[in-house]
């Protein structure tokens, strides 16, 4: 099995289940209030973990308790954690996220280490991109932390995958060259592109654009509906399992998760999909980020 270097985000989300998610202005009563471990890139690598990958975190987190819960939290599914760096004086990153009885969600972001993850930091994780295999990231950290990380992983040969989120409008040039793989949703894909991403033709356009720009591959997610692999050679839809979701929070993060594990175990990329598909509909179905993750006895 190939190793997985997830570099990126860790929060401690702050989870509030509310009947509807309010309108601009409006009050609304809660009906719950929960700590979850979460984070794109923690959620990530939790999930590659929990499902029996061999996987390295690196990222950065406060000296405080959360910082200290979402390190043992993926210690327990055993991603090794060494190259978690501790920042003195700025508090863990957190997620305040809105779930409505639909499962729908809303989401806040708070920086803290997250926004201190630097260039030179990155550099002192070099022997970890060197001997890992398929290399995530996502956009929770500084773009150009990212950019310097991707072009050492480009450069040597590695898999490269980025979850593009939260999408931004602009990035720097040569941003996507060698790229493997890129899995936005919709509206992230219409914002990367900047055009509506509302009909299939329209949804093969933005993934194709993104093609021009230097990426190999362009996972479009589609929730409930399911997702397109779009390439230079390829236009796939794949249809969703029906499920009944109840929180959507980490569905993106299980299915890049589990595409990258399925790829580590040389599965071919219409297997990798199939399984991250699997993985992302178990996950629907139950509250929360790490909490919501299946393992593979599960499956």
């Given at each position: ?26 009050t ?121 990380v ?54 093969i ?12 591959n ?17 236009q ?44 992302s ?19």
């Amino acid at each position: 099995m190939k190793r997985i270097l997830i570099v990126g985000s860790l929060n401690m989300d702050t989870v509030l289940e509310v009947p509807y998610l309010p309108r601009a202005g409006e009050t609304i009563t809660g009906k719950n209030i929960t700590l979850i471990p979460g984070g794109k890139g923690a959620n990530q690598a939790y999930a590659a973990g929990k499902l029996g990958g061999d996987v390295v975190m690196a990222g950065a987190v406060g000296d405080d308790s959360f910082g200290d819960r979402l390190r043992a939290n993926l210690k327990e599914v055993g991603v090794n954690t060494t190259p978690i760096v501790e920042i003195s004086g700025v508090p863990t990153g957190q997620a305040y996220i809105i779930v409505d009885d639909n499962g729908e969600n809303s989401i806040t972001l708070i920086r803290g280490t997250n926004g201190e993850v630097t260039c030179k930091m990155a550099e002192s994780w070099k022997k970890y991109i060197e001997t890992c295999d398929i290399l995530i990231m996502q956009l929770e950290i500084p773009l150009d932390t990212v950019l310097y990380v991707k072009n050492l992983a480009v450069n040597l040969g590695k898999t490269v995958i980025l979850d593009p989120a939260p999408a931004k409008k602009e990035f720097p040039d040569g941003f996507w060259q060698g790229i493997d793989y890129i899995k936005p949703n919709e509206t992230e894909l219409s914002i990367l592109t900047g055009k509506a991403i509302d009909t299939k033709e329209n949804i093969i356009n933005g993934a194709s654009e993104m093609l021009d720009k230097g990426v190999k591959n362009v996972i479009v997610t589609l929730g409930e509906k399911g997702c397109f692999l779009v390439n230079r050679s390829v236009q796939k839809f794949f249809p969703a399992e029906k499920v009944k979701a109840v929180d959507t929070t980490a569905a993106g993060d299980c299915f890049t998760a589990a595409f990258a594990l399925a790829l580590s175990r040389g599965e071919t990329e219409d297997e990798a999909v199939n399984f991250g598909q699997k993985v992302s509909s178990i996950a629907v179905t139950r509250k929360g980020a790490q909490t919501s993750i299946p393992d593979a006895s599960e499956l």
